[in-house]
């Protein structure tokens, strides 16, 4: 497994790409389009939606300590006012870089265009969804995954019960 660490990551992310790329073909090859679809909208769908709830929930968290730490490591107050206006300034730059291109490449590729999903065809005539198999693990993953690390707890009966009581 060392060996897998030794490759640099976009030469992993590329290979992981690549081999779902294959995969996806090959299924739809060997199931047929419609199964195939199926089997991904059940199966590898709600690993992926779980991968991402995972990885939403810990980019805040994430930022929020490494600012903080970045702080305490200063020590000086005196530095942290020019390095502090510094990084607001660059913030909202690469922000205002960042969001420049995102609209221009969306205005001129125009993702999602053509696709079933487009707009247009969305509300003309929504497409009948499948209802998913009872019990099935993925739908269960699906509703009740965390978006946030404290979503469970708020959402939790036991704090709606102490709020009612007033306590």
């Known amino acids: 497994m060392t060996w897998w660490f030794g490759v640099a990551l976009w030469k992993r992310v590329l290979g992981a790409l690549?081999?779902?790329?294959?995969?996806g073909a090959i299924l739809s090859q060997i199931l047929g389009g419609e199964a195939a679809a199926s089997f991904i909208e059940s199966y590898i769908k709600p690993v992926g939606d779980l991968f991402i709830r995972l990885i939403r929930m810990l980019i805040v968290p994430l930022i929020l300590t490494t600012l903080v730490a970045g702080v305490v490591a200063l020590g000086d107050p005196k530095k942290l006012g020019s390095i502090g206006?510094?990084?607001?300034?660059?913030?909202?730059?690469?922000?205002?870089?960042?969001?420049?291109i995102g609209i221009i490449f969306?205005?001129?590729?125009?993702p999602g265009a053509g696709s079933i999903w487009a707009a247009r065809t969305?509300?003309?005539?929504?497409?009948?969804?499948?209802?998913?198999?009872?019990?099935?693990?993925?739908?269960?993953?699906?509703?009740?995954?965390?978006?946030?690390?404290?979503?469970?707890?708020?959402?939790?009966?036991?704090?709606?019960?102490?709020?009612?009581?007033?306590?």
């Open 122 to 167: 969305l509300f003309r005539s929504a497409p009948k969804r499948r209802p998913s198999p009872s019990g099935c693990w993925a739908s269960c993953r699906r509703t009740r995954s965390p978006r946030w690390p404290t979503a469970t707890f708020w959402r939790s009966s036991s704090l709606r019960s102490c709020s009612a009581s007033g306590s």
């Open 106 to 110: 969306g205005l001129v590729f125009r």
């Open 85 to 100: 206006v510094k990084t607001i300034a660059l913030y909202f730059v690469t922000t205002l870089f960042a969001n420049t």
């Open 18 to 23: 690549v081999l779902g790329l294959i995969f």
